[in-house]
């Protein structure tokens, strides 16, 4: 009798003990959300057929999306000289055109393989809102080097790099 007395009393014990009534227990739950940034929309740049006068000028719009808000970007040459963006013709001749980029705060002159910083990108993904922040690209060859510039058709791949910031 004494031994079942002291069964149902460990029992009542451990029915009533707050480590059986709650319980709980916790996880740490965490992701890492790397800086990114995307270009998009960048197409091919026809100046045309110059006419005997004046330079040659084309802009286009485009897409930078960044999940922080910000980017840099470099510009290189295929056919760079230095600090200078040049097209090349099948002869070797070349002629040096001009970038300018403007992230909405003004166009700013690009030169060959440096960086401007502090630019400012959309955070619509893919550029998708109506109104979403644009920068434009401008690339043009001044009278200057046309007239000094032999005839043929000239031409550069020109690439574009951004970071994010």
């Given amino acids: ?3 079942r007395v002291a069964t149902l009393l460990v ?3 451990l029915l009533i003990s707050p480590a059986w009534a709650d319980d709980s227990a916790s996880a740490r739950i965490s992701m890492t959300v790397p800086k990114l ?3 998009t929309e960048l197409r091919n740049i026809d100046l045309g057929e ?3 006068s004046g330079g040659l000028q084309d802009e286009q719009s485009l897409c ?7 980017y840099s970007l470099t510009g290189t040459s295929e056919n760079a000289a230095a600090e200078q963006f040049r097209m090349v013709n099948s002869g070797g001749q070349t ?7 403007n992230d909405g705060s ?9 960086t401007l910083t502090n630019l400012t990108a959309t955070q619509e993904h893919k550029c998708a809102a109506e109104g ?27 690439r574009f790099t951004v970071i994010a910031e």
């Fill in 132 to 158: 979403s922040l644009r920068p434009n690209l401008r690339v043009r060859v001044t009278d200057q080097v046309l007239n000094a510039t032999a005839s043929g058709n000239y031409s550069d791949q020109l």
């Fill in 37 to 39: 940034v995307q270009i």
């Fill in 50 to 52: 110059w006419s005997g």
């Fill in 95 to 101: 002629a040096v055109y001009e970038v300018y980029w």
């Fill in 1 to 3: 009798m004494k031994a």
């Fill in 106 to 114: 003004g166009y700013r002159p690009l030169h060959n393989n440096e």
């Fill in 11 to 13: 029992v009542y014990i």
């Fill in 64 to 70: 930078v999306w960044s999940s922080t808000g910000g």
